[in-house]
């Protein structure tokens, strides 16, 4: 059998299409890793010589701040600059079929003709922080697909948002005014992870007020040679995306400690140790959860009683793991 990559259209032909960014290709590709099928090795083996290419922009924040509207609008200023762009837009999970609700048929589809723009929902799976297991998957698969830009766009779901920083290179966070408690909720910890910080919906009342208040908190955080801007968008009108999109270049030469060097982008290998170390978490939890097995039952009942302390029973169960059947 032909290495992967080689040419013709057999097993292996798909693969070599995947690499020169053929779109069909690439939904197979993402489609076998989100399946976990027998295809998923190959493409991994495939891609990873590739990656590191893409600037990887992630886009979080509150629910109603007009994330999706800012990423179609950003879209559409990249395309001008002549820039390729793939999105992994995680999206909520249906509580019956564990699919996205939304789907990229829905969302985005004025870029459905064009071949430059390549969009993908995932599910959630109800994963705290928003980000399905896949997500940084897909970002390699489109990173060596050949995207200029890859966007991570989250559900939303608050603090826990900050588990994008472990995908994007540069991280945008997103609020509007008039959502009650969102400047406030951004201090306990969203905040620190903004490379970026963007006041959208800014043709409403208090915008200028809300910017004014995120200025004075980024004086609160620790001195570093990037300081976020706070940047105004009416994302509808395409207003201020220039300047996000000048903002996030401004961010990756900033990174740079050396021309033509992405400097302090997320590394795939560290991409791949978050994933694999979700998936065992998610193994040991479910195998735990499952289990029906005495050992367990007294390592609950001992830390009922007080004889052993939760991290002490944790420990006890995670040795216990590893004699429990497989998933």
Not at 120 to 126: T, V
Not at 127 to 138: D, E, I, K
Not at 139 to 152: E, F, K, S, T
Request: charge should be neutral; include cysteine; charged fraction near 25%.
């Amino acid at each position: 059998m032909a290495a992967p990559g080689a040419g013709g259209d057999g097993e292996t032909g798909w693969l070599e299409r995947l690499l020169v960014g053929d779109r069909v290709a690439l939904a197979r590709a993402l489609s076998a890793l989100e399946m976990e099928g027998g295809e998923a090795a190959s493409v991994l083996r495939t891609i990873f010589p590739r990656l590191g290419r893409a600037r990887v922009v992630g886009v979080t924040g509150a629910p109603g701040a007009g994330k999706s509207t800012l990423v179609n609008a950003y879209i559409v200023e990249l395309r001008r600059r002549g820039q390729s762009v793939g999105v992994v837009a995680i999206d909520p999970s249906s509580p019956h079929s564990g699919g996205a609700i939304l789907g990229d048929r829905i969302r985005m589809t004025q870029h459905s003709g064009d071949p430059g723009v390549f969009v993908r929902s995932l599910a959630s799976r109800g994963q705290v922080g928003g980000l399905s297991r896949m997500a940084s998957r897909a970002v390699d698969v489109m990173d060596a697909a050949g995207r200029d830009v890859v966007i991570v766009e989250t559900v939303g779901a608050g603090q826990s948002e900050i588990e994008v920083a472990e995908i994007a290179d540069t991280k945008i966070v997103v609020t509007a005014p008039g959502l009650g408690d969102e400047i406030q909720a951004l201090k306990a910890g969203i905040l620190e992870i903004a490379d970026i910080l963007v006041v959208n919906k800014a043709d409403l009342p208090h915008a200028r007020r809300a910017a004014a208040q995120l200025e004075a908190m980024l004086d609160f955080r620790d001195s570093a040679p990037w300081r976020p801007p706070v940047l105004c968008t009416a994302s509808i009108r395409g207003e201020g995306i220039a300047e996000l999109a000048d903002a996030v270049e401004a961010h990756a030469r900033s990174a740079a400690p050396a021309e033509g060097s992405r400097g302090q982008q997320v590394s795939p290998r560290r991409r791949v140790q978050r994933l694999l170390s979700t998936i065992a978490a998610e193994r040991v939890r479910r195998a735990l959860h499952e289990a029906e097995d005495r050992r367990l039952a007294d390592i609950c009942e001992a830390v009922l009683k007080g004889e052993l302390s939760f991290t002490e029973g944790a420990e006890r169960a995670l040795e216990l793991v590893h004699s429990l059947p497989g998933p």
